[in-house]
Nanobody, 114 residues
Framework: QVQLVESGGGLVQAGGSLRLSCAASGNIFSIGAMYWYRQAPGKQRELVASITSGGSTNYADSVKGRFTISRDNAKNTVYLQMNSLKPEDTAVYYC????????WGQGTQVTVSS
């Protein structure tokens, strides 16, 4: 089994930056793709960014140019660097990894004030 631990959430002002991290541990053989999702109150969970094992990335249109997803395979960790934050980015952020099976992190709250 694989466990995911998220960190880095908090309260920031509009225009500020924040970096989220998600570290995987346990019975890891080979991690494939890694993802970041977010869910605001009363709204559906949406895919924010993804990164393949080879490093190819994709982003939601709403965050493209502001957010950057990256990974450190030696540490089994995925990051989400968030710049130029807007109040609309306020949500609970979840990481997801694929290691033969799908695993989810516990979620971390990001709040952006105006």
């Amino acid at each position: 089994q694989v466990q995911l631990v998220e960190s880095g959430g908090g309260l920031v002002q509009a225009g500020g930056s924040l970096r989220l991290s998600c570290a995987a541990s346990g019975n890891i053989f080979s991690i494939g793709a890694m993802y970041w999702y977010r869910q605001a109150p009363g709204k559906q969970r949406e895919l924010v960014a993804s990164i393949t094992s080879g490093g190819s990335t994709n982003y939601a249109d709403s965050v493209k140019g502001r957010f950057t997803i990256s990974r450190d395979n030696a540490k089994n960790t995925v990051y989400l660097q968030m710049n130029s934050l807007k109040p609309e980015d306020t949500a609970v952020y979840y990481c997801k990894v694929v290691e033969r099976k799908i695993y989810w992190g516990q979620g971390t709250q990001v709040t952006v004030s105006s």
